[in-house]
């Protein structure tokens, strides 16, 4: 178990890191905060992704030298699921960026708990 | 290969770019061609559907020229049709019901924005129905996610844009754990076609091999996919998205968007991990759980609401714990009285947002129940429509809810070491429902004499009439003639492993 754990430490730090950016998410009130944390949950994954296609010894499978052997190459899918899921990390942000602006304009704070409390006060 | 093999692709696609082109369109133009789209949409799985049904068996589409294992693929099946002719009607329906609260609550010129989103929005949930590939699926998770954001906040005010960045943040929780359980499955199966994922995982089990990793993926998804789906302890969001949103968006969000997820869940149970595996990991008993919770406590947060329009949202909160209750059985028959469930109540909850908004607005747009006293004789349309809506809810015979009810008792009824917890609940949550659904049309049915507010004729709201009769209608055929619809669901169950 804790060999197995030392051996594929890049998949233990991406799920560390998968932890802290949920907790953040989850539990912080400020909102520029929980989109960091959104980011770290991501970026979590693309490394877990990267680790897991990475073969050692093995290089990128871009033929420049005419090796079309298959063992010479890593496994270039979770490259091309990384790229994709960081599309739609960058699209979902920026859509979180754009309302944290929203509502900083209207009730000058980016406290989450704060901003419903004034809404309560508002009695909309 | 036939011709019609090649429908599903194209309705995918004819949504993605009526999508882009009314990005350019004025207001008029784009709800012309949204209802067009619609429409076509809805004639495609219409023939779609007939023709699953007369080969009696599912087809495959390959996407592009790389065959599977590596290539792409849409499969179509008679539930997944059926699944796409339902999405259609109800959101055109949907569409049509709340035009005129759109126009009226919508910055002018800005509305065509709110057809290029649900354009997006049809185009995700057609592909979360079709797709049978995992990435893909998660890639149109999240436009789902940002384009009903964008259906919450397209009204602007403080409450909207609250709800819309809560609801974003349970949203992206979920789908961040459901990519992380789709990539853990990734690595032990090395597909990520559903049909491929499902004979790796068979032999995993068979020999017995990464049998937490397994799990945990397992886990992970299914979580994540009730997180999206407001599944009971995940529902604070909930309320202020359906209740503050326009009143297109509330029942396009409570009857399409969530239910677009509890498909990928079904077909992740039957297409990816074998329903058999799936049941033996007891993950079935945590949904069958927090399903009955949600039957209640769902229940119980709408009696004591004072909002009408956020009543109906809290009632949401229960119908959903109704589905997960039916897959927590872990028999077919459950897993079909739940299929027939997200019909029978994408069916009647948009019907009832709709309704309470004709309400609301012959009450000075107030929703408090003290204003909508004597309400359904001001607008006797929506009158009418909101009690079928109730009755339909309670689980009256006639009406579809009913149908949904008798068949969640009878799957309880043969599945013996459940049998007397989802009976119970059941009955509490029937008993619930009814309280504050009659309460509420006893309400508009209590007369008030003399009023100042101007009562509502056929002439003034001609449409907004017609789609409350055409919802109508759809829940009294789905109560009166559920058999063949029971069939459909029967016969693509079988077909869907």
Redesign the interface.
């Known amino acids: 178990m804790g060999a197995n754990l030392f051996t594929n430490y890049g998949e233990a730090v991406a799920m560390l890191l998968?932890g802290i950016?949920?907790g953040n998410?989850?539990l912080q009130t400020n909102?520029i905060k929980?989109i960091i944390g959104?980011n770290i949950?991501?970026t979590a994954?693309y490394l877990?992704?990267a680790e897991?296609g990475y073969i050692v010894g093995r290089v990128a499978p871009i033929v420049t030298d005419g090796v079309q052997n298959m063992e010479a190459y890593i496994n270039p899918?979770?490259s091309g699921?990384v790229l994709?899921?960081i599309v739609?990390s960058v699209?979902?942000s920026a859509?979180?960026l754009s309302?944290?602006i929203?509502?900083y304009r209207?009730?000058h704070t980016l406290d989450?708990d704060e901003?419903?409390k004034?809404?309560k006060k508002?009695g909309? | 290969m036939d011709f019609i093999q090649n429908f599903p692709c194209i309705s995918i696609i004819l949504c993605l770019f009526a999508g882009i082109i009314s990005s350019g369109l004025k207001d008029k133009a784009a709800m012309w061609l949204n209802a067009a789209l619609l429409t076509v949409n809805t004639l495609l799985s219409a023939f779609t559907l007939t023709y699953t049904l007369s080969i009696g068996q599912p087809f495959v589409y390959v996407m592009g020229r790389f065959p599977a294992p590596w290539g792409n693929e849409i499969r179509a099946g008679a539930l997944e049709a059926l699944m796409a002719l339902f999405f259609c009607v109800i959101m055109l329906l949907s569409l049509f019901g709340g035009r005129h609260k759109l126009v009226e609550e919508v910055e002018e010129g800005k509305t065509y924005l709110y057809y290029v989103l649900s354009d997006l929005l049809l185009s995700s949930l057609l592909a979360l129905v079709y797709t049978n590939d995992m990435f893909t699926a998660y890639v149109f998770v999240e436009i789902n996610t940002i384009a009903a954001c964008g259906l919450i906040m397209i009204r602007q005010n403080g409450r909207t844009i609250e709800a819309a960045v809560r609801y974003m943040i349970m949203s992206l929780l979920g789908s961040g754990m459901l990519l992380l359980g789709l990539c853990m499955l990734y690595d032990l199966t090395g597909h990520l076609l559903m049909s491929n994922m499902k004979e790796a995982v068979a032999l995993l089990v068979a020999n017995n091999a990464y049998q937490i990793p397994l799990i945990v993926s397992i886990v992970l998804m299914s979580v994540g996919l009730c997180i999206k789906s407001a599944l009971f302890p995940f529902h604070a969001w909930l309320p202020d998205a359906y209740g503050y949103s326009t009143v297109s968006s509330a029942a396009i969000l409570s009857s399409l968007v969530s239910k677009g997820y509890i498909f990928l869940l079904i077909k992740i149970i039957y297409r990816v991990i074998g329903f058999d595996i799936y049941h033996d990991t007891r993950i079935v008993d945590i949904l069958f759980l927090f399903g009955l919770m949600g039957m209640i406590f769902g229940s119980i947060s709408a009696i004591r609401e004072n909002d009408v329009r956020r009543m109906i949202a809290y009632s949401s909160v229960a119908q959903i714990g109704y589905i997960y209750m039916g897959f927590g059985m872990g028999t077919q028959v459950g897993m079909i009285a739940s299929i027939f469930h997200i019909l029978s109540h994408a069916a009647t909850k948009s019907l009832l947002f709709i309704a309470a908004i004709g309400l609301t607005d012959v009450s000075g747009g107030s929703r408090k129940f003290i204003e909508l006293t004597g309400s359904g004789y001001r607008n006797k349309w929506a009158g009418v429509a909101f009690t079928v809506g109730s009755l339909s809810m309670v689980g009256v015979p006639l009406f579809s809810g009913f149908i949904s009810k008798l068949l969640f008792s009878q799957a309880a009824v043969q599945n013996h070491t459940k049998m007397l917890p989802a009976l119970i609940v059941l009955g509490i949550s029937t008993i619930l429902n009814a309280i504050y659904f009659m309460k509420t049309v006893i309400r508009i049915y209590t007369p008030i004499g003399e009023t100042a507010y101007t009562n509502v004729t056929f002439k003034d709201i001609p449409i907004y009439a017609a789609v409350l009769v055409a919802f109508i209608i759809l829940n009294v055929v789905l109560g009166i003639s559920s058999q063949p619809v029971v069939d459909i669901i029967q016969q693509g169950l079988s077909t869907f492993a």
Request: aromatic share 10%; net charge positive.
């Open positions: 998968f950016g949920f998410l989850l909102l929980k959104l949950m991501d994954i877990f992704l897991k899918i979770p699921l994709t899921g739609v699209s979902v859509l979180m309302l944290t929203r509502l209207r009730y989450l901003i419903s004034q809404l508002e909309l």
